[in-house]
């Protein structure tokens, strides 16, 4: 009998570690500063890293996924800066925006204004992946995006770093109001990627599920 409660004591305090140990590392995401240089080693520390996302194979930490280009690759979006637009196809599919549907299955986008102009990207997103659900800027604070289950998802919400502090995620406010009313107008992001936030969820479970190898993200004019 003392056998058993000795186990069930140490399952318990295992179980409340585990706990304690996960709201440490959600209370530090929102501190999280992207493109610092040991950005890698403290997601990695903290478990914050989707290893599911990374597809390693040997030591050198080479990918089992066989390089892609463009539409070639599984997961594929196309960012126009001087149209405010976006397309995504996953697996060759078209992604419709699942926020109100446009023409040719483009997405409404907002990139960087005068400024803080978002570079031009034509590229894998960083490999270990990033990529969170939730995830709020310490830089630019403010603003949240609350879902239709009614939880709290940061102000860059689904959020995949293409490189440094330079991501594509989902904005706030709602339909027709905040920034999500101002989608598709003119740049008007701290340089990052803003689209719907259901669409940016789309994308980032395509991205976790197939990795940073096979994921394309093109940025341009």
Known sequence: ???KFFML???????MAGEAKAASASMMVEELVPNASNIEQVLLENDLLNADSRVIVNEKKESAVEDCFRDTCA????????????TLRVNGQLIFDKSGSLKNGELRATTGMPGHATPSFDRHPESPLRAYTKYSSSKYPGGDWVGPDKKAYGNMPFVVFIRGGYGVHGTTGGDGWGNIGKLGTVPLSHGCVRIHPVNARAFNDAVTANGANNTWIYVHD
């Open 1 to 3: 009998m003392k056998v």
């Open 9 to 15: 004591t140490m399952t318990a305090l295992v179980a």
């Open 75 to 86: 997961v594929y979006i196309d960012v126009n800066r001087t149209t405010q637009r976006a």
